[in-house]
């Protein structure tokens, strides 16, 4: 764990107005492969790294807010960088373990050794080129239980595996 702990855990988004500092790193990280999270990313997917809301903090600018309603019908909100737009964490409110934690977005991290995904939900609408890295796990939709992905994310993270 100690290569762990030495690691940068800062970020921001791509003009540099909004950055952020970790408390603690990423708890796991996964690829989304839903149709809202190809829009937002404007991408193919998105790569949502889980953290405790607590352990997040903004060092520099105010970031705006950006409020919708997932397909599960849960209303949740984004921060992104008032001057370039850029995506920085998705949460929601309310009580339970989802609401205690954001959903940042990977590629904003220094160091995007955290972003590395060990997991793709919702790929029944992935775009059909893409193809899973060997070892990851995949869901059709969203995981019931978060915990396996977290324990392959954290056996990679430490080394011990893949
Ligand atoms: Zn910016
Ligand atoms: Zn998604």
New binding site residues.
Partial sequence: MAEVASRQLTGGCQCGATRYALAAPPLFAYC???????R?TASA??I?CIVPKAALVFTKGAPARHEWT?DSGTPRYGFFCPDCGVRIAHGQEGDGPSAAMYSLRGGTLDDRGYAAPVAH??MSSAVPWFAVPQGDLTFEAQPKDYAPIAALYAARLTGVAG
């Fill in positions: 989304c492969h839903c149709a809202n999270c190809q937002i997917f998105a949502s997932a939900i919702w």
